[in-house]
């Protein structure tokens, strides 16, 4: 607990002021801190600065707080990435999963990529010691010296604050058990994030009629498999041939690489066999789906197991989920920051977009995109929900604004975004972009959402989940993804967008649960509204 003394917040702010709300919102979280709150939710919309309300407060804690270690972190890979891109917060190192980091050691002799998760060695001492052999160099010299992985997780543990992925954060024990304040950034999701770590494809040997029992014996034939990898690349690197041929090498450092692979799928099986168990005993409810995956329906046990031996949580999100992962919290708001005039958001229906129709909606839909398109022909992003949908609408476009439309790459998700912002006046027929992508300045004036993000409602998992909690989670997702949508565009005070909301499905599923909408979002939409008396859109 941070200790009752009065701090200079100012004197931790790396710019120059403070936005409207934000300080004031550092010093209600500091408050509740000090009154023993553990889990508080930071209600903050666009351009409000969040992210560097959690910067400063883990700056904050860990120079007043003896022996604290505060985590910043998210479920988005992306904003980790955007943070040490930013100079203001550069005393702030972060890190990554092994997979962003190439691995110096293999890499230098094959030409095949190899990243630092493919690393046969066990800790960083024994890599550098066993390549300095390998190499015929100085210790100081060798390639495991120059691991740009261990480099950043070694200045990582160092700091007293740092910032690193929400899967990093939860596979890293050690990392975990450092930890007393965890700064969530982007946690709408962290729900989704939760109940997909536990999710279990169970091996044809478990028995789903003695799920407990066979899940224990599994568990135990995996720790075994685990200690024969570990011996079997301890032989493997000890039996490095001397002065091989090129093909030589490259078979052995295959076998090291699916060695290391085997080991890391054994361990990540020891992982969720522990978690299905755990759920087992704590009495989760769950599914095993027809493809034989073991699912839990809800993320409170996974909530409850992350927030137990920390003393501060801080959830920040314009459109904040606490409420479904734990009822004890507080909860601090800032007000957007941004005037309404600037951030429009207008109900076009065209029609329904549920699978009987929005084939034929589609036919009708595309020509309104073109058009709301060239009302200002800058950058356009149409969130279409889902790849078949965004290839229909591509398909009923006519040939001249195809030529202007990036339809996006299933296998290549950032490539096509960034292929998109490259090329003047352009639509981006996306998917799965409605939160994580910073779209500001005067190119980007049309965000378009053609469907609203409804998930499967057919599918096993979403249906048991709707059984479970009567659709709660299933509305829940569906309004905070239309709210992640229309705030991509409108990201500072002198930005201008317009959002059209196309499926006429929003209508009557807007009007019917408006309590899961923030007062920003409604108030954006009643401004459209009045608007729409004074001057209709002949299109």
């Not at 740009?148 to 596979?171: C, L, N, P, S, W």
Request: aromatic share 10%.
């Amino acid at each position: 607990m941070i200790e009752d003394i009065d701090i200079d917040i100012d004197s931790f702010n790396p710019y120059p002021s403070f936005r409207p709300g934000q300080k004031e919102a550092i010093a209600q979280i500091l408050d509740l801190h000090k009154k023993g709150h553990k889990i508080i939710e930071l209600s903050a919309p666009t351009a409000s600065g969040k992210s560097l309300d959690l910067y400063i407060l883990g700056k904050l804690l860990t120079e007043n707080q003896d022996g604290a270690f505060a985590v910043y972190t998210t479920p988005l890979i992306a904003l980790v990435n955007q943070l040490k891109q930013t100079d203001a917060f550069h005393e702030m190192p972060t890190l990554k999963g092994k997979k962003n980091y190439p691995c110096p050691f293999l890499s230098r002799y094959d030409e095949e990529p190899y990243f630092a998760d493919d690393c046969p060695f066990d800790t960083w001492e024994t890599a550098i010691k066993a390549s300095s052999e390998y190499d015929h160099r100085d210790i100081r010299e060798t390639t495991c010296a120059t691991c740009v992985y261990q480099r950043e997780k070694e200045a990582f543990m160092k700091a007293r604050f740092g910032a690193t992925t929400f899967d990093r954060y939860m596979i890293d024990q050690n990392i975990r058990d450092r930890a007393s304040i965890l700064l969530i950034d982007e946690s709408s999701g962290l729900e989704k994030k939760l109940v997909k770590r536990v999710e279990m494809k169970l091996d044809p040997s478990i028995d789903l009629n003695n799920l407990r029992e066979s899940l224990v014996v599994y568990l135990h034939q995996k720790s075994e498999q685990t200690k024969s990898l570990e011996q079997d690349i301890e032989n493997k690197l000890d039996s490095r041939p001397s002065n091989p041929g090129k093909k030589e090498l490259k078979a052995w450092l295959k076998d090291l690489k699916e060695l290391s692979k085997q080991q890391r799928e054994c361990e990540n099986e020891i992982r969720k066999a522990s978690k299905a168990i755990a759920h087992l005993d704590y009495g989760t409810p769950y599914i095993i789906d027809k493809g034989r995956c073991f699912r839990i329906l809800e993320g409170t046990k996974e909530f409850e197991d992350l927030c137990e031996d920390l003393d501060l949580v801080v959830l920040a999100s314009g459109t904040p989920t606490t409420f479904l992962l734990t009822q004890d919290y507080e909860t601090v708001s800032i007000q957007h920051p941004i005037p309404l005039d600037r951030r429009l958001i207008y109900e076009y229906p065209v029609g329904f977009m549920n699978y009987d129709k929005r084939s034929e909606t589609v036919r009708m839909m595309a020509p309104v995109i073109a058009k709301l398109h060239y009302k200002y022909h800058r950058h356009t992003i149409v969130h279409c929900g889902y790849y078949v949908i965004a290839k229909m609408i591509y398909d009923h476009l006519s040939p001249s604004v195809q030529k202007e439309t990036i339809l996006q790459d299933q296998n290549n998700r950032e490539g096509s975004k960034l292929r998109w912002m490259a090329k003047p006046n352009s639509i981006f027929l996306s998917v799965e972009f409605v939160e994580g992508l910073d779209l500001k300045g005067p190119e980007y004036p049309m965000n378009i959402i053609a469907k609203v993000p409804f998930e499967p409602f057919k599918d096993e998992f979403v249906a048991a989940r709707n059984d479970h909690d009567n659709k709660m989670r299933y509305n829940v997702y569906a309004a905070v993804e239309v709210m992640q949508a229309a705030g991509r565009t409108t990201r500072t005070n002198e930005d201008y967008s317009e959002t059209y909301i196309l499926d006429s499905s929003w209508q009557s599923f807007h009007r019917r649960y408006k309590k899961l909408f923030h007062p920003w979002f409604d108030a954006a939409c009643l401004r459209c509204k009045q608007l729409s008396e004074v001057k209709k859109y002949d299109w």
